[in-house]
């Protein structure tokens, strides 16, 4: 695609409830990375795909979250049993190994 | 691991000045140190970058600086214009042959007329 795609932009759920947000990365590149950007912040490092596989998993905060990319394509960030303290704007980004990461629009998460 | 820090948090100018925003990394490792702007709402999008073998990039009216021995870096904005306000981060990355960013926390540039 011409750019990455984030579904959807806006997401509004309870305190307790599941939660999954879309990333389509730009056709043909191989790393995807997801973050998350709090208000007045910069963003913060999540996990990192090369591929299928999570090459680097080091910043999911807690078990509640995980991520797929099972087919080395559109990845799915998956938050269970939601806090208040999980709002946040969720950034994906794809690039070429090595290469620029390009950022999506983000996926806005308010949890009440 | 890494840790950036940005300064200042906010930037007054007016047009036509210039603006310096200041980063400095911990990870001596860090090797690739990208500049992203982000409007209101916005995706960051990358303006410039810099790899460790260098220490200046120039692009036009915007330029970076590298100090490896001090871990500073640093963006400069010459000829200011109001559609340059916007919030700029910084961040570094940790060698590994990806891009892991670790972003600053951001510098909320405005440019009055």
């Known amino acids: 695609g011409a750019g990455v795609s984030q579904t959807p932009s806006n997401k509004v759920t309870e305190k307790g409830k599941y939660v999954e947000l879309r990333c389509d990365p730009i056709s043909g590149h191989t790393a995807l990375y997801w973050y998350r950007q709090s208000l007045g912040q910069g963003p913060e490092f999540l996990i990192y795909f090369q591929g299928t596989g999570a090459a680097d998993d080091s910043g999911l905060p807690n078990d509640r979250f995980f991520a797929v990319r099972p087919e080395g394509s559109v990845s799915t960030l998956k938050i269970q049993r939601t806090e208040r303290g999980d709002s946040a704007v969720y950034l994906c980004a794809s690039s070429l190994m090595g290469g620029e990461l390009f950022f999506g629009e983000g996926s806005r998460l308010t949890v009440l | 691991g890494e840790n950036v820090e940005q300064h200042p948090s906010t930037l007054s100018v007016q047009e036509g000045d210039s603006a310096v925003i200041k980063c400095t990394y911990s990870?001596?490792?860090?090797?690739?140190f990208p500049w992203y702007k982000q409007e209101l709402g916005k995706r960051p999008q990358l303006i410039i970058d810099?790899?460790?073998?260098?220490g200046e990039k120039k692009d036009q009216r915007i330029a970076v600086t590298l100090n490896k021995t001090a871990k500073h870096f640093s963006l400069h904005i010459t000829e200011t214009q109001p559609e340059d306000s916007a919030v700029y981060f910084c961040?570094?990355?940790?060698?590994?042959?990806?891009?892991?960013?670790?972003f600053g926390a951001g510098t909320r540039l405005a440019v009055h007329p």
């Open positions: 990870d001596s490792a860090s090797n690739y």
């Open positions: 961040a570094a990355a940790s060698s590994g042959g990806y891009n892991k960013l670790i």
């Open positions: 810099i790899r460790s073998n260098v």
